[in-house]
């Protein structure tokens, strides 16, 4: 449980602490990739938590003096439990990587080993065809289309290069009427088509023996 640290280190008079974050913040936080306003909105969060020390302090000090007591004991859960909660500052999905960071930041942060998700739906049944992507790394694109193939051994897709780490930032598609091989086809050539995806065959194609 997220409050489980804070309640192994209450001390009074401790230093208090900083929101937690999602560790490929903390790293953009702390390798100054944050623009002012994303630093403003964290430093707002961390005073947020800060203040509610204090409370939590004083509601440790009662359960210790009447450990017993159900309403001290209600009391320090709900200060506990609710120590980390971004809210009112932030709902929780506001600190999500994928929408706290502008897209240029998520594409530096995946460079870096970091994994940042978008969204990447492909539905392709009898007669329909889906399509949705939102901020999708290529990366991403090409494991969700491989999922497809491995169950009917179709051609397999790599990202590659640096532009692995580029994104598709928002692409919708539906077709109804096409039998599933051949919306399976007509998906597979959009998606090869985009730079930075290829077929995998063509990638990995031994050369011709021309002796």
Known sequence: MAFWPAWCSIQPGA?????PLPEVL???RQGGMLTPFQVHQLESLDRMVGQRWQGLEDAWREFCEAP????SRRRLFDRLA??????????????APEG???RD????????????SGRCSLLIV???VKVE???CPLSQLAQSWNHLARIDGGPVLEATGEERHDEIDSLTLQLEGLSEPAGRALVFHLLEGVPGITDRRRRHRPCDDRR
Do not use: K, M, N, W
Request: proline share 6%; net charge positive; charged share 30%.
């Open 15 to 19: 230093a208090r602490p900083s929101s």
């Open 26 to 28: 903390a790293v953009a």
């Open 68 to 71: 017993y007591d159900l309403t």
């Open 82 to 95: 609710g120590f980390y909660d971004p809210r009112p500052a932030f709902e929780r999905e506001q600190l």
């Open 100 to 102: 706290f960071l502008a």
């Open 105 to 116: 930041q998520r594409v530096r942060l995946r460079a870096l080993g970091h994994s940042i």
């Open 126 to 128: 009898e007669r329909l």
């Open 133 to 135: 992507l939102e901020a």
